[in-house]
C-alpha cells in the first residue's frame, strides 16, 4: 500500500523525472552528432585518410567509418527504446497517478502553478525582466 504524495512531493518528482529524461535524450543526440559531423569534417579536411582501401578490394576507411555511424545511430535509438520501455514509460505512470492522487494533475494541466514552484517561476521573471 503506497502512501499519497504531497502536491509538493508529486510535482517535484514529476520535474526531476522529465529533467531526467531530457539530459539522457540529450546525450543520446550529442553523441550522434559529433560522430556526424566529425565524419563530414574529416570528409572535408582528411579525404586522402577515408579514401584508404581496407585490402584489395574497393571497400575504403570512409566506407567504414559511415557504416559505423549508422551502427552507433541504431544502437543509440536502442538504448532510449530499452531505457523508455524499462524505466521511462513505469516511472511515467507512477508519477501520472502520484500526481492524479495528491489533485496536483489538473492544475498542472490548466497551467496554475502554486507554492514554491509559482516563488520560483516568479523570482525567474523577475531577474529575466531586469527587476531584481
Known amino acids: 500500500m503506497r502512501k ?6 508529486a510535482k517535484a518528482r514529476f520535474y526531476k523525472f522529465v529533467s531526467f529524461r531530457n539530459k539522457f535524450c540529450i546525450y543520446l543526440s550529442l553523441v550522434i552528432l559529433v560522430c556526424y559531423y566529425a565524419f563530414v569534417a574529416s570528409v572535408g579536411f582528411f579525404p586522402e585518410v577515408l579514401g584508404y582501401r581496407l585490402g584489395p578490394s574497393s571497400i575504403t576507411l570512409g566506407i567504414m567509418l559511415g557504416i559505423g555511424i ?10 532510449y527504446t530499452l531505457f ?6 513505469k516511472e511515467q505512470a507512477q508519477i501520472i497517478e502520484d500526481l492524479q492522487e495528491s489533485g496536483a494533475l489538473e492544475s498542472m494541466i490548466k497551467g496554475e502553478s502554486s507554492g514554491e514552484f509559482q516563488e520560483d ?4 521573471q523577475k531577474t529575466k525582466g531586469g527587476v531584481k
Do not use: C, E, P, R
Not at 549508422?70 to 535509438?77: E, K, Q, Y
Not at 523508455?84 to 514509460?89: I, L, Q
Not at 517561476?121 to 525567474?124: L, Q, V
Open 121 to 124: 517561476s516568479d523570482k525567474n
Open 70 to 79: 549508422i551502427v552507433i545511430s541504431i544502437a543509440s535509438t536502442g538504448i
Open 84 to 89: 523508455a520501455n524499462k524505466y521511462f514509460d
Open 4 to 9: 499519497v504524495a504531497s502536491v509538493q512531493d
